[in-house]
């Protein structure tokens, strides 16, 4: 299929003593017409990826490719194409919503009115107010809006929901899913898990400006080998020799066990067959249930499986994020 977005071993390095590898050989294929999502921590390098594949940072090395054209070649065109929602967009606070975005229609040759693109994005009882006097999801959305003035084969969303309230953050899915059924490619970044798995049809982890991990969210989460977690802990708790040697890991239906200091995360195919196993085995070790939950797994434990940590935490800034 037509690949909208494409870059091989594509690096970028701030100098420095030593030099700070913000993204570190990618190499990534998006198809026209998919929503793709590239997550991970701050400081993980995926606002370093995406700017890079927007033509605002240049490449250390690498190639990179945009709806089969390159920056280096053909830039106009490319921008004729594409539209960008940053993470922090300012509009100017002496115009209003409609004057924004006529502003922004005047920069290309073709696209959409602006009341389309206020009513793509639900503005339309805000068309004449004032930029400042926006909320956040308000200001979330008319930067959405000023992406898609163009109509863009390929938009890019870099962080759109964050520090929104749940119910602007599910606005803007619905924007997100609207474009995906219209056919536009999609390239959203984010450190929300369960943004991802709701809306993208691949997505790529990224962790210290590397890719550790592409597929779907299903195809993902069905690496940790069960489609459950049970978390729980135990009073008193258990030595920490009786832990090292797995005394929950030959447990029926379980396949992967993690430490989150006293809560034990254990993967599993059929919760009601480990169950009354566990329960068993808690006895049978002198101790006694202190909390049990069971959930469905997801992103969040994919992630925390492959790098050791949830994906709140960081190590430390990787460039530009």
Same mark, same amino acid.
């Given at each position: 299929?037509?690949?909208?977005?494409?870059?091989?071993?594509?690096?970028?390095?701030?100098?420095?003593?030593?030099?700070?590898?913000? %993204?570190?050989?990618?190499?990534?294929?998006? %198809?026209?017409?998919?929503?793709?999502? %590239?997550?991970?921590?701050? &400081?993980?390098?995926?606002?370093?990826?995406?700017?890079?594949?927007?033509?605002?940072?240049?490449?250390?090395?690498?190639?990179?490719?945009?709806?089969?054209?390159?920056?280096?070649?053909?830039?106009?065109?490319?921008?004729?194409?594409?539209?960008?929602?940053?993470?922090?967009?300012?509009?100017?606070?002496?115009?209003?919503?409609?004057?924004?975005?006529?502003?922004?229609?005047?920069?290309?040759?073709?696209?959409?009115?602006?009341?389309?693109?206020?009513?793509?994005?639900?503005?339309?009882?805000?068309?004449?107010?004032?930029?400042?006097?926006?909320?956040?999801?308000?200001?979330?959305?008319?930067?959405?809006?000023?992406?898609?003035?163009?109509?863009?084969?390929?938009?890019?969303?870099?962080?759109?929901?964050?520090?929104?309230?749940?119910?602007?953050?599910?606005?803007?899915?619905?924007?997100?899913?609207?474009?995906?059924?219209?056919?536009?490619?999609?390239?959203?970044?984010?450190?929300?898990?369960?943004?991802?798995?709701?809306?993208?049809?691949?997505?790529?982890?990224?962790?210290?400006?590397?890719?550790?991990?592409?597929?779907?969210?299903?195809?993902?989460?069905?690496?940790? &080998?069960?489609?459950?977690?049970?978390?729980?802990?135990?009073?008193?708790?258990?030595?920490?020799?009786?832990?090292?040697?797995?005394?929950?890991?030959?447990?029926?239906?379980?396949?992967?066990?993690?430490?989150?200091?006293?809560?034990?995360?254990?993967? %599993?195919?059929?919760?009601?067959?480990?169950?009354?196993?566990?329960?068993?085995?808690?006895?049978?070790?002198?101790?006694?249930?202190?909390?049990?939950?069971?959930?469905?797994?997801?992103?969040?434990?994919?992630?925390?499986?492959?790098?050791?940590?949830?994906? &709140?935490?960081?190590?430390?800034?990787?460039?530009?994020?």
């Amino acid at each position: 299929m037509p690949l909208a977005v494409f870059c091989s071993e594509l690096r970028k390095t701030y100098p420095g003593k030593p030099p700070v590898e913000a %993204v570190c050989g990618v190499d990534l294929e998006v %198809v026209e017409g998919e929503c793709f999502g %590239v997550l991970g921590p701050n &400081g993980a390098g995926k606002t370093t990826l995406i700017e890079i594949l927007e033509g605002l940072l240049a490449a250390t090395s690498g190639e990179v490719s945009i709806l089969g054209m390159r920056w280096a070649e053909q830039p106009g065109a490319i921008r004729e194409q594409i539209g960008i929602s940053l993470q922090e967009t300012r509009f100017s606070d002496k115009l209003n919503v409609r004057e924004t975005l006529d502003l922004f229609r005047s920069f290309y040759r073709r696209g959409i009115e602006p009341e389309q693109a206020i009513a793509r994005v639900s503005l339309q009882e805000k068309s004449h107010a004032w930029v400042k006097d926006l909320s956040g999801g308000q200001r979330q959305r008319l930067a959405v809006a000023a992406a898609l003035i163009g109509d863009p084969a390929l938009l890019f969303l870099d962080e759109p929901t964050t520090g929104l309230d749940p119910h602007s953050r599910r606005q803007l899915w619905d924007i997100i899913r609207e474009c995906r059924q219209q056919g536009r490619t999609t390239m959203l970044t984010t450190h929300y898990m369960e943004e991802a798995e709701r809306l993208c049809d691949r997505v790529a982890i990224v962790d210290h400006g590397r890719i550790i991990a592409l597929g779907s969210p299903r195809e993902l989460i069905a690496r940790l &080998g069960g489609d459950h977690v049970v978390e729980f802990s135990v009073e008193p708790v258990l030595p920490e020799a009786a832990c090292s040697a797995g005394v929950w890991q030959d447990l029926p239906a379980v396949t992967g066990v993690r430490y989150d200091g006293q809560v034990v995360h254990l993967s %599993v195919t059929e919760p009601h067959i480990v169950l009354p196993a566990l329960l068993a085995r808690i006895e049978q070790h002198g101790s006694r249930l202190a909390s049990l939950t069971t959930r469905h797994a997801s992103l969040d434990d994919v992630f925390v499986v492959l790098t050791g940590r949830p994906i &709140g935490e960081t190590e430390g800034e990787e460039g530009s994020t």
